[in-house]
């Protein structure tokens, strides 16, 4: 079964510096989708970025970037010159492609929660 | 453009009292819906998942139940409520061909449940 672990409970950041969160997963595909959502204290989950796998350059939002290391099953965020507005829980997730069929359901880590402080 | 509308925002409910939750997405057709719990300092769990009318599939046996009566409609059930069907729920959905893309779910903006 495919697992996704955040090792990371607890983040802070200063503002306008860049901090990186990790995640790690477990699968036996060698296709899939791996993103990371922020949820905010209103708890809606947004869409941060998404990766896929058989993609190698890493995918990058605007301050947000990711370094994807498929072999190592590895997939860390990285938020660049950090706002106030960061401050969320942020949960990485895995999904499969559609072609391999299935619910394609997020399984998703347990979450890093950011504080950014002023 | 596409949007997710999930209600009530905020429900409080008796142990042992019915529940309905209602999802609706607008501006695409033949989604995926989802439905998925986070409890308490925990991540999402997903509860179910429809690929078309009437079409649902259970992840986790439990108190609650699906229903898709319309393309674009997902409700979430339960005949008598427990104290841990407490928790925030989140209804999700993905696009199951192009222009809406399908690799990409979105969610709503989440009902919060307490069961008293």
């Known amino acids: 079964a495919q697992t996704v672990t955040q090792s990371q409970p607890e983040m802070s950041v200063q503002e306008a510096e860049t901090v990186t969160l990790s995640c790690t997963y477990d699968?036996?595909?060698?296709?899939?989708?791996l993103f990371w959502y922020k949820q905010p204290p209103s708890r809606q989950m947004i869409l941060v970025i998404r990766?896929?796998?058989?993609?190698?350059q890493n995918a990058t939002e605007n301050r947000f970037s990711v370094n994807f290391q498929k072999a190592a099953k590895s997939f860390s965020l990285k938020i660049s010159d950090s706002q106030l507005g960061d401050a969320a829980m942020y949960f990485c997730?895995?999904?499969?492609?559609?072609?391999?069929?299935?619910?394609?359901?997020?399984?998703f880590g347990k979450g890093t929660k950011l504080t950014v402080n002023p | 453009s596409q949007t997710i509308h999930q209600w009530p925002a905020t429900l409080v409910q008796p142990v042992g009292s019915p529940l309905s939750l209602e999802c609706t997405v607008e501006?695409?057709?033949?989604?995926?819906l989802y439905w998925y719990r986070q409890a308490a300092g925990r991540g999402l769990q997903l509860l179910f998942y429809?690929?078309?009318?009437?079409?649902i599939s259970s992840e986790v046996p439990q108190n609650l139940s699906a229903s898709r009566p319309q393309d674009r409609q997902f409700i979430l059930s339960s005949k008598k409520l427990l104290l841990s069907d407490s928790g925030f729920y989140l209804c999700?959905?993905?696009?199951?061909?192009?222009?809406?893309?399908?690799?990409?779910?979105?969610f709503g903006p989440g009902t919060r449940l307490t069961v008293l």
């Open positions: 999700a959905w993905k696009g199951t061909r192009d222009p809406w893309g399908t690799d990409t779910q979105y």
């Open positions: 997730a895995y999904s499969l492609t559609p072609i391999q069929g299935g619910s394609e359901k997020l399984v």
């Open positions: 429809s690929v078309g009318i009437g079409q």
């Open positions: 501006g695409t057709s033949n989604p995926n």
């Open positions: 990766q896929e796998a058989y993609k190698q």
């Open positions: 699968t036996s595909e060698s296709d899939y989708y």
